[in-house]
């Protein structure tokens, strides 16, 4: 089918008390994988580049590989852009054909967070395609940025007031997961969560949700966590596959051979993950979209 909006998915999780998984995807592979670990559970699922992943090739690459994935796949499929560090990022994702936005201005000050989400907001809207946005800041180092030391966490009330002012379709919050590999167990302020979600009537997104527990991640997801973000963790189960592959054969040539085994490896976190976050069988429900 073709690729859907994150509007009416995250609703639709909303509504039924489950979240969508978005991935991280760097390459080819790892497009068929998390489509077809989608495709085994009959989910929907986000697809997401970071600005690093659309230097690295460009948004036109990654676009024509998920796209041609959603194409043959019969459940929805959404392209999305995670972190979009600047105006002019997003506005090249949307002509892009991204069906999903994030305007990350959370290492600005409030104020110029709202004007960028506001803006992004304003530009968006009218192809139809939503926004995500992020107040506070989630720890640990996304893509080029750090996310430094201190790492505020969201405000409550202040996040009420970003939601009205900017008119984002989704906002990113910070509780104290961080990105990128943790040294122990991250430890959560759900009862922060539970504060936002009583004054924010729209669907709230978990970052830097590699490495951390399950229940932790389903604790989330009953206060309202509606979009799941993995990244690290598809990265290490894609090079697993690679390298267990030509550490026993180094003498393989063919990138189809051992990439291969990096695709099963990553489609299987992946189906492990749409299970965690309970969309497992809700393509069904998403068919009218
Ligand atoms: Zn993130």
Known sequence: MPLVTTKELLLDAQRCGYAVGAF?????????????????????????????????????????????????ASVPVVMHLDHGNSFDLAMQALRAGYTSIMI?????GYEENIAVSKAVVRACHPSGVPVEAELGKVGGKEDDLDGGEGN?????????????????????VAIGTAHGIYSGTP???????SEIRKVVSIPLVLHGTSGVPDEAVQECIRRG?????????????FSRGVKAVLEKNPDIID???????????????????IKVCGSEGKARTLEHI
Do not use: W
């Not at 405000?155 to 939601?163: S, T």
């Not at 430890?187 to 969560?193: C, I, M």
């Open 187 to 193: 430890k959560l302020d759900v009862e922060r969560l």
């Open 24 to 72: 991280n995807v760097e390459n080819m592979e790892m497009v068929q994988a998390v489509v077809a670990a989608a495709q085994e559970l009959n989910s929907p699922v986000i697809m997401q580049t970071t600005p690093s992943t659309v230097k690295y090739a460009d948004l036109a690459y990654f676009y024509a590989n998920v796209k041609t994935a959603a194409d043959k």
């Open 255 to 273: 990138p189809k051979k051992y990439n291969a085994q990096g695709r099963e490896e990553v489609r299987q976190y992946v189906m492990s993950k």
């Open 104 to 108: 990350d201005g959370s290492h600005d």
């Open 152 to 172: 505020p966490y969201t405000d409550p009330l202040e996040a009420k007031e970003f939601v009205e002012r900017t008119g984002v379709d989704s906002l990113a």
């Open 225 to 237: 966590i509606c979009k799941v973000n993995y990244a690290t963790d598809l990265r290490i189960a």
